[in-house]
């Protein structure tokens, strides 16, 4: 692996990639309104898990949120970034290319994840009900969730398919010299979209011990369905096994952080 990186898990800020607007014609939840009600909603929900945490709010479709965001969270550290993605190509590859634009633009202007050297990402809508206690596993590098297939099945192996992009944890240098620019080589017609670069750089690059141990509690609403995420117990019991066995898996070991 590469030399770990001493951040304090307490000094991460998180940005939220937001875009009001939606360039993206294939998501569900268009409503302008809508969209914004629910970025509203996620950031405080976020403070409710932590009312100490610093976030960066960046908004790739021009909306300033300053005004709103002093009015509803006078108290708490919210640094707002906004600039114009590049709506052409976000609605050729999808919204993960936006996704791309945004968290470039935010580490490459935020004071806050400068100061810090590194940045938990979570998409604008959601939260992470869990997340003091994914935070603890920091390493100081990378952090990601994987999506895994055929954990369940007695016939067919289980494999990587690809690496959550909603949420995950990274220092600037590994972003920087990783995956700053992996939003280029998606293609969502080819049905090849950004979790998918990211696996790839996984791969090529031969990086482990970047996966989360626990699996992170999701909520909220997501932008391409419309719809809010179900968190049964069932659901998080299931989640809880899957990742059991992929740990205990030789084949995966090794790509765990401790």
Not at 43 to 49: E, N, S, Y
Not at 88 to 112: N, P, T
Not at 145 to 158: A, D
Not at 228 to 233: A, Q, S
Request: glycine share 6%.
């Amino acid at each position: 692996m590469f030399p770990v990186e001493t951040h304090s898990p307490a000094a991460i800020p998180l940005l939220l990639t937001s875009s009001v607007v939606a360039h993206d014609i294939a998501v569900k939840l268009k409503d302008t309104e809508a969209r914004l009600h629910h970025v509203l909603e996620s950031i405080a929900q976020w403070l409710r898990i932590n009312p100490r945490q610093p976030i960066v709010l960046c908004d790739g479709s021009n909306f300033d949120f300053r005004p709103v965001v002093q009015k509803a969270h006078p108290h708490a550290q919210i640094e707002s970034l906004f600039f114009e993605n590049d709506q052409q190509k976000v609605r050729e590859f999808g919204r993960g290319y936006g996704e791309g634009e945004i968290v470039k633009y935010a580490i490459q202007h935020s004071k806050l994840i400068q100061q810090a050297g590194c940045f938990a990402k979570c998409t604008s809508k959601l939260w992470v009900e869990n997340f003091e206690a994914c935070k603890k596993h920091w390493n100081g590098q990378l952090l990601f969730s994987g999506v895994f297939l055929n954990v369940f099945s007695p016939l067919q192996p289980t494999v990587l398919q690809q690496i959550d992009t909603r949420f995950y944890f990274a220092s600037l240098s590994m972003y920087e010299r990783y995956f700053m620019n992996a939003h280029l080589t998606m293609d969502s017609r080819a049905g090849h979209g950004l979790e998918d670069s990211f696996f790839d750089i996984l791969v090529r690059e031969n990086i482990s011990h970047c996966l989360l141990p626990t699996p992170p509690v999701i909520a909220g609403v997501g932008g391409g369905t419309g719809a809010y995420y179900r968190n049964t117990l069932k659901r998080a019991l299931k989640e809880k096994l899957r990742l059991y066995l992929v740990r205990h898996d030789r084949k995966f070991a090794r790509l765990f952080s401790a």
